[in-house]
């Protein structure tokens, strides 16, 4: 069985909602119909039908959240010495060569990654381009834009 890389905060966030579809949600939905059932005919009764769809996502996450956790290789990268190589769960600040900016990626797992907060996936051409690279080291990723340089400046393990 494939095992997928995960950091430990994205376990524990999968953990919390999972807790939270388990403990709140799926409780509240059962209610819901109970009250749902008790207005008369099943047929049309809308809320009846509104709660019935919404168990059958909420069931459906919590499979998925549970198949997650279950494929999961929960990787803590703070207990790995930092040798300036960049690994899963680095976070890495690299320097566009060409406009001087500087940003900051942390490379993640796939169900944690969001660009806008700066967590890109392993899997994503950025982090398969830094995979192994070292501080200083100046590489080529292809960007929808086209090529761009960057230079790695520091690979920290938070």
């Known amino acids: 069985m494939t ?9 524990e966030q999968l953990k919390e909602e999972l807790k939270f579809l388990k403990t709140e949600k799926r409780p509240r939905i059962v209610k819901d119909i109970a009250e749902a059932r008790e207005h008369g005919d099943l047929k049309e009764n809308a809320e009846y039908h509104a709660a019935k769809e919404e168990q059958g996502f909420c069931e459906g996450r919590i499979q998925d959240i549970e198949g997650r956790l279950s494929n999961a290789q929960i990787i803590d990268v703070t207990k790995i010495p ?6 899963f769960g680095a976070t890495v600040t ?10 900051t990626y ?7 990654a969001d660009f806008k907060t700066g967590r890109i996936s392993l899997n994503s051409p950025m982090a398969r381009g830094l995979i192994g690279k070292e501080v200083d080291t100046e590489i080529e990723i292809t960007t929808p834009g086209g090529v761009v340089e960057y230079e790695i400046i520091a690979v920290e393990h938070i």
């Open 3 to 11: 095992k997928y890389p995960m950091t430990l905060l994205g376990a």
């Open 94 to 103: 690299l320097l566009n060569i060409e406009t001087d900016v500087e940003v």
């Open 82 to 87: 930092n040798t300036g190589k960049v690994i």
């Open 106 to 112: 942390k490379i993640v797992g796939d169900d944690e």
